[in-house]
């Protein structure tokens, strides 16, 4: 696209030029295309200067409304999937986890695993990068053009409460039961009632092979029945999660913990010139 600075500028209008010019830019008004007729006047002094065809300057044109719906439609799935920061898998430290599969994870950033509803599992303690990477799935799905949704599990389990009071349970499962990509995190960190783990399973088996989901925990597999207060739900609701389905484990020191250690090291060394780990 040429630079606004440097842009061609066309020779005055005759009046019947200046006419049918703005007829145009009515038409494009009224067909709604305001992104083609803001950048009507360049798309003309370009075609002009260079002597494009009547089928490139229309193409040049409709290409700016085709990209500015483009960029409509993202910013609206972005919205609806309520990602909770701009995390991406482009800025996640792979060498502070190094037992991430970077191959795999690239491997996932290409959404392929949406077309055949696999889950994606992410188990670790805390801080070591679950959250970032299932932000940042999340985000290429959006950036993709899936529809996602993220929650936590809590979160999930409050609304799913709500609803069942209110008289809304079909509604809200539907709701989750939507967007190819449902992202849950934080499944172990906070005790579920009877009733959470219960909607938890439903939505689980809404998608179960229809849609993916990306679930993070701090619990391993065999603990779910601890943390869901039932073991034969935990067992129902992770056969259906494993049956198609991608496990990253991640270990290793927590992220604020490492940043924690290196803000330490970097006062030690300003007030002491000394670089010796705190004790």
Known sequence: MTDS???PT????SGAQASLYQQLRGHLATLKLTAAAEHLPGVLAQAEAEQWSMTATLEHLLAREVEATEARKLAGRLRFASLPTPATLADFDFDAAPGV???LVDELATCRYLDTAT???LIGPPGVGKTHLAVGLGRAAAEAGYRTYFTTAADLAARCHRAAIEG???TTMRFFAGPTLLVID????LPLPGEAASALFQVVSQRYLKTSIVLTTNRGVASWGEVLGDTTVAAAMLDRLLHRSVVLNLDGDSYRLRDHHAK???LRHAATGTRRPLQ
Do not use: F, H, I, Q
């Open 119 to 121: 889950n994606v599992l």
């Open 264 to 266: 330490n090291d970097a």
């Open 186 to 189: 934080e499944l172990g960190y």
């Open 168 to 170: 809304r349970w079909a």
């Open 5 to 7: 600075l440097t842009m």
């Open 10 to 13: 066309s020779p005055p209008m």
């Open 101 to 103: 599969d970077k191959k």
